[in-house]
């Protein structure tokens, strides 16, 4: 018995040294974005699908694609555009003949979707219409075709970019599809320096190469261990509190109920407590801690809040928003935080 305990905590081990390696790895061709990629593998360990927004030629394609290199996984991009059809994404039924009888019948060819990790590229470029294609996909892991259910791979994962929706040519993402994606993550500008070594890299004759670190069965089992660390009853409650308060009719925070249409549901507090602990284990911690809360908040809440007209006229953000409830909801006393 002592021997497997000692085996299982080896093998914890060195997943944990993988996972610091594929940062380490995507580092290779990406400069900086720390961040946002720690809040990709957040996503990623939590079991959860992303969607990263920022202006065009921040490299958020490059990112996803880097870190789908570092992983043993099957990987997949769509390029969304006003004429791509449902079909492009989950597949169609194609007429085939039997050679030996001759009969004809329909077979379901599988489309991109079919993979470990489908990148969704400019995903507000398309009409809703094939952006809903994608629903039963991230919600289900399956796609229904034809009245028969296709299962997807495990695991499955949908990494999604988008432009910001001021940009002419897009279409903003229904609320029941962003709902869908645990995380929406903002890519912001580099810093001088940053920029100044993206140049330099980008530039010359040089080439990095990508090695692939974890394996399909490492991100399972870091998938079981995030679910398995610890959280306490009183961060769970203030959890709570915080969902609840992004909704006007149960907050107490001022800006909820002047800026606010409707708040988040009951899946943003899964969404919290299961980044929360990603964050934690990635970390190298096995409780999860407030701060670990806050750094998940933005990400988790800012596309399952909807502000009001109001908000709009006075340029208040949902992340302004997020802001306000941090600073709103009493945070818990107990050291177990």
């Not at 379901?108 to 952006?131: H, M, S």
């Not at 330099?200 to 069965?217: F, P, Q």
């Not at 009853?233 to 002047?258: N, Q």
Request: aromatic share 6%.
């Amino acid at each position: 018995m002592m021997q497997d305990e000692a085996l299982s905590q080896d093998v914890v081990v060195q997943t944990l040294d993988k996972l610091k390696q594929v940062s380490a790895e995507v580092g290779k061709v990406i400069v900086g974005q720390e961040t946002v990629m720690k809040q990709l593998l957040v996503s990623i360990l939590a079991g959860g699908h992303c969607l990263l927004e920022g202006v065009p030629g921040l490299a958020k394609t490059l990112m996803v694609s880097a870190l789908s290199e570092s992983l043993e996984l099957d990987f997949n991009r769509v390029q969304f555009t006003p004429d791509l059809m449902p079909s492009d994404i989950i597949g169609t039924e194609i007429l085939e003949t039997d050679h030996d009888s001759g009969d004809r019948f329909f077979k379901f060819q599988q489309g991109p979707v079919f993979t470990n990790i489908l990148l969704a590229d400019e995903i507000n470029r398309t009409p809703p219409k094939t952006q809903a294609a994608l629903l039963e996909a991230m919600q289900e892991r399956k796609v229904s075709y034809g009245g028969k259910s296709f299962e997807l791979p495990k695991p499955f994962f949908v990494l999604a970019t988008q432009n910001p929706v001021e940009q002419s040519g897009t279409y903003p993402l229904p609320e029941a599809q962003l709902d869908r994606f645990l995380m929406f993550v903002r890519v912001g500008y580099p810093s001088e320096e940053q920029e100044m070594e993206i140049l330099k890299r980008t530039t010359g004759t040089a080439k990095a190469k990508v090695n692939a670190v974890l394996s399909g069965e490492d991100i399972v089992h870091l998938q079981s261990m995030v679910r398995a660390v610890e959280i306490s009853d009183t961060l769970l409650e203030y959890i709570t509190r915080l969902v609840r308060f992004t909704r006007p009719s149960d907050s107490e925070s001022r800006a909820v109920k002047e800026f606010v249409r409707w708040g988040a549901g009951p899946r943003a507090g899964q969404a919290l407590v299961l980044c929360a602990k990603a964050n934690a284990l990635i970390d190298g911690r096995f409780a999860a801690t407030l701060n670990d809360v806050k750094s998940v908040a933005h990400a988790v809440l800012r596309h399952r809040i909807l502000v009001n007209f109001q908000a709009e006229a006075q340029n208040m953000s949902t992340d302004q928003v997020v802001d306000a409830l941090l600073n709103d909801v009493a945070e818990p006393s107990s050291p177990l935080n």
